[in-house]
């Protein structure tokens, strides 16, 4: 199993451009999360989804969107790329009806200039 | 409303001393309560959860629902227990983690 795999895991942007982060788990985990984490501020949550075909906004969900199309892929697409969106991005998934080990992705370093 | 509190952003102790990083949180539910941690180059990972009550390379943490905390102690800090720490805290029937701003531990050799 590869887990979490997050493409890309750098990149950089210039402001107004868009782009999507790719998350792909292959746990057959329903729930999925997205994260930003910020020096000094911790993680934190920006979208989940316990399903395909079922979203839901997080802490800080504005100037993103998501799709859950497949269990296995939770896309994150910036619009409109802004410098506060520079940050890096996780992507952590979980069996449903555990509370138990968040599995995370490496991680995506974006860089909005 | 921040959920989970971690007052040290960063904490340095020597090798072979004790250590606690401190996490407090905000829930009027009956709390599910984590320790995550980020080594160097390493994905973030679950350390312990406080259902189990175990010892994960050492540390404990006791959830205290009086003072609302969930303390992570270890006897005697070793040099690879250097990382990031984060408190998590989980509610909701999306099992929504939040987890706290993190504490950055350093072992002195």
């Known amino acids: 199993n590869a887990g979490v795999t997050q493409t890309p895991k750098f990149r950089i942007l210039k402001i107004g451009q868009s782009m999507t982060l790719q998350c792909a788990q292959d746990?057959?985990?329903?729930?999925m999360y997205w994260y930003r984490q910020d020096p000094g501020m911790g993680l934190k949550l920006i979208y989940y989804?316990?399903?395909?075909?079922?979203?839901d906004k997080g802490e800080v969900p504005n100037g993103y969107n998501v799709s859950r199309s497949t269990t296995e892929d939770f896309p994150l697409r910036l619009e409109l790329a802004a410098p506060s969106q520079t940050s890096v991005y996780f992507c952590?998934?979980?069996?449903?009806?555990?509370?138990?080990?968040?599995?995370f992705g490496e991680g995506s370093r974006l860089t909005v200039l | 409303a921040q959920r989970v509190t971690q007052p040290e952003k960063l904490l340095s102790v020597f090798k072979g001393a004790p250590v606690e990083l401190k996490c407090n949180y905000s829930?009027?539910?009956?709390?599910?309560l984590f320790w995550y941690v980020q080594y160097s180059r390493q994905r973030l990972q679950l350390l312990l959860r406080?259902?189990s009550r175990e010892s994960i390379k050492g540390f404990t943490a006791d959830l205290n629902k009086g003072e609302t905390s969930f303390h992570l102690k270890k006897p005697f800090a070793q040099e690879e227990d250097s990382a990031m720490y984060y408190c998590?805290?989980?509610?909701?029937?999306?099992?929504?983690?939040?987890f706290g701003t993190g504490t950055s531990l350093t072992v002195i050799p």
């Open positions: 989804s316990v399903g395909a075909g079922i979203t």
């Open positions: 829930y009027s539910g009956s709390p599910e």
């Open positions: 746990m057959n985990h329903n729930y």
């Open positions: 952590a998934s979980i069996p449903s009806g555990e509370t138990g080990e968040l599995f």
């Open positions: 406080h259902i």
């Open positions: 998590a805290l989980v509610i909701g029937s999306g099992n929504q983690f939040y």
